[in-house]
Structure formats: C-alpha cells, structure tokens
C-alpha cells in the first residue's frame, strides 16, 4: 500500500462530564477476518508479518480480531491460530465469525472458547459475549454468528440484545465501544453480508447515549460512518491484498467528548 489511508473523526456525543474525566487515552488494534487455514503457508505469512509489525507499534492496549479469524471451522485450523496469535506482545481478544463455528462439524462456539483457552491460559473470556474494560473504557464483545447453520448473515439473536441493553445500563456513566464481525451500518450494499432485522439492535442503541463507536469487519471493505451519534468502523480483511490492520487510537481531554482517529497500516509480504 504506496499511501496509508488515515481517517480522523472528532466525536461528539451526549456523555456527562465526569465520564470522560474517568476515561484515559487508549490504543487498540483490529485485525478483521485474518482467514488462517492451516493448509495455507501464505495466510501464516501474512498473519506472522502483522503480528510482527503490531510488536513493535508504541502504547497498544490489546487487539481484537473481529471474526473470520480462521477460514474453516475445524479445531486444528483454530489450534495452530491460536498458537501464532500467542506471539503478540499484548492481550488479545476474539469475536465470532460466519467462518469460525459449526456445531455440527464439531466446532461450536462453547468449544472454540475451551480450545482457545486450553492453548492460551491468559486468555481470560469464558462466555460468548463479554465485557473488556481499558482505560475507563467500557468494550462489548457482540456474537452475530450462527453456529448451527452457518452463513454470511449475521444473525444477534433477542438474547444478545438484551445482554448488550443489560450492559449499556450497568455501564451507563462509561463510553462504551461495541466489538463484533458483522456490522449494523453497511459501509457497501452487500445482499449477502446483511445483518437479520438489525432494527431491534439499533432500538436498543437509541435508548443509550454511552455508545461512541462500533466496530466491525465482514465486508473486506474499510468504510466509517456517523450515524445517530455512534461512529460505525469497518475495516478490510487482514488476509486480502493490499493486506493491512488498523489502529484505532481514542484520545480524551477534560471537558470534551473523545476523539476518535484511525488508520490503516499495511502489511507487507513478500
């Protein structure tokens, strides 16, 4: 990639005062749908060289990987995943994608959780949807993904909703950042790639004025939206060229809603 593509979104948002005040400066990184497939040497190569490249990035709190982490849902692909993922030099964290679980094939989301964790005993989440907090920052890890039968419409079931309501009112003096695979704001028009009847979700989201940004994957696409107060984040794949992760830096100052900048840095591979 001959230019990095740098977005810079200042947010502004109904948050009281005292929350912000709370709330420390933070620097994650996404990797969106890295597809590893043992098989695959090049998707190995790929994911080595980011993780490389992400070691030696400044003040990085954790990553998360948005889903389509691997790109077939068998417990070796996820296991040998696992492994490389152990090389970073910070926390990280996993969603689920349409690619990552089957039950039927003998990877239901419950198994993945076990796996990760037998291969990483840092790994702290135990549960499907789960809360991070950073910095005074509240962040909400949202399952889209059908594990009984998979496809690339996402699917949060009235459970999650509810969950993600539950949290947004324990939280409700925090900015939260929701982490999930499938976005509910298409950063393109992709008949396939929906997300089933978004509008119970999206009522939820209403009721809340905590909520500064999504951020998703999905769509192998970058693509940033401001709607009704929430900045909504889509990034490319990891594993499609030109191969890249993005940095999502927050920055807070007293008084002030956060600010919210991203950028895309690329990857390279030989």
């Known amino acids: 990639m001959k230019k990095i593509l740098i977005n810079i979104l200042f947010v502004f948002i109904l948050v009281i005062s005292g929350n912000i005040a709370s709330a420390k400066d933070i620097k994650f990184i996404q990797i969106a749908d890295a ?3 043992l098989n695959n040497d090049y998707s190995k190569e790929v994911l080595d060289k980011a993780i490389e490249k992400i070691n030696n990035e400044k003040d990085v709190s954790f990553v998360i990987f948005t889903g389509d982490n691997i790109n077939r849902p068998r417990q070796e ?18 969603a689920f994608g349409d690619h990552d679980v089957y039950k039927n094939g003998g990877l239901s989301k419950l ?20 809360v991070i907090k950073k910095n005074g ?24 909703i509810e969950w993600v309501d539950q949290q947004l ?35 939820v989201l209403e009721k809340h004025n905590n909520v500064i940004a999504i951020v998703s994957g999905h769509y192998h696409i ?22 890249c992760y993005k940095v999502i830096d927050i920055v807070t100052s007293p008084g002030f809603s956060p600010m919210i900048y991203t950028e895309l840095k690329p990857v390279d591979v030989k």
Do not use: C, W
């Open 222 to 243: 970058n693509g940033e939206k401001m709607q009704n107060g929430i900045y909504h984040i889509s990034s490319p794949s990891l594993m499609v060229e030109p191969h």
């Open 35 to 37: 597809h590893y497939a």
């Open 77 to 94: 692909d996820l296991i040998s995943f696992v492994r490389e993922a152990n090389k970073l030099n910070v926390p990280y964290y996993l």
């Open 137 to 160: 920052f509240v962040f909400l890890v949202v399952d889209g993904a059908k594990e009984v039968i998979p496809g690339s419409i996402g699917y949060y079931k009235d459970s999650t």
């Open 169 to 203: 009112n324990k939280y409700k003096k925090k900015p939260v950042i929701i982490l999930q695979h499938f976005p509910l704001v298409e950063p393109k028009e992709h008949k396939t790639h929906k997300v089933y009847k978004p509008e119970k979700y999206l009522e």
């Open 111 to 130: 198994n993945y959780i076990e796996i990760v964790k037998d291969n990483n005993f840092l790994y702290k989440p135990k549960d499907i949807n789960y």
